[in-house]
């Protein structure tokens, strides 16, 4: 093996140096995921923990290095429990980007693009039904599924699992519909779902003025592989959230380019 530096009594190697880069990019993307969430100052909790542990037992203090060593013993399940929402998370982006998906890419790219026509019909639909809610004031919140599904939310709203139309949309979503609470799931060329109830995000730093149809996109997007088009019930303006970001105020133009951008 070759030694690339030697300092003092320790030899570096090109294995080392890789080392040190994997973790730095692992904690990163770790800091990357938590940053702006309440677990982020539980994670430098358990850090701290960590570094005291070994401290302590680089100085020879066995009952106190006993009791953490025991407490960060159950730290993976502590883990597990408390960044459930973040753990998903990661593993959803590392699959958006998995070789199952390219291997679906490459099977089913002829009959993905011989559907070309129907998206263009989806797109319009979606389109115009956003623009007269937008112009009427009729609060709105659309999911668009990318690749997985959101079947664990079907069972919370009533399936529709009819073609997309711009005149089914807003009937949908017409407040004097039982329906236009909660979100309406789409996935392909179809309505799945309409009037599902999604999770809340509590993450700080989510402006006051934001209402719960906005909050809950966030939340959504947080966790699972879609985007949300929200139309408000106040202004009329529409939003457009991804990944936990959500960005306001766009127009019916910057929507089909995010859309199209989106479902490809």
């Known amino acids: 093996m070759v030694f690339l530096i030697q300092i003092g009594f320790l030899n570096v190697t090109l294995w080392d140096i890789l080392d040190i880069l994997i973790v730095g990019f692992l904690l990163f993307q770790i800091y990357k995921l938590l940053k702006g969430s309440l677990g982020f100052n539980i994670f430098l909790g358990l ?3 960590y570094v005291l542990w070994w401290i302590v037992g680089a100085l ?3 009952l106190l290095s006993t009791i953490l060593e025991q407490f960060i013993s159950v730290g993976m399940i502590a883990l597990l429990i408390v960044f459930q929402p973040e ?3 990661f593993l959803i982006l590392v699959g958006q980007g998995s070789l199952q998906t390219s291997l679906v890419e490459r099977i089913f790219g002829k009959a993905l693009s011989s559907g070309t026509g129907k998206n263009e019909k989806v797109f319009k639909e979606i389109l115009k039904a956003t623009k007269q809610m937008s112009e009427e004031k009729t609060g709105a919140l659309m999911l668009v599924t990318i690749g997985s599904g959101l079947d664990g939310l079907y069972s919370s709203g009533i ?18 519909s039982p329906l236009h609470d909660g979100a309406t799931i789409i996935s392909g ?3 799945i779902a309409a009037s599902c109830v999604l ?5 700080p730093g989510i402006p006051q003025s934001l209402g719960l149809r906005h909050r809950a996109a966030i939340g959504i997007t947080e966790t699972a592989n879609v985007i949300a088009f929200i139309v408000s019930e106040e202004t009329g303006n529409i939003s457009f959230a991804k990944r936990g970001e959500i960005m306001q105020n766009i127009t019916i133009d ?4 995010l ?5 490809g």
């Open 60 to 62: 020879g203090m066995p």
């Open 47 to 49: 850090v701290a923990i």
């Open 254 to 257: 910057q929507m089909g380019k």
């Open 87 to 89: 753990v998903r998370r």
């Open 259 to 263: 859309l199209k951008k989106a479902l």
């Open 199 to 203: 999770p809340v995000s509590d993450r």
């Open 189 to 191: 060329t179809h309505i």
């Open 159 to 176: 399936i529709i699992n009819s073609e997309i139309s711009a005149q089914l949309l807003m009937s949908i979503f017409n407040k004097h």
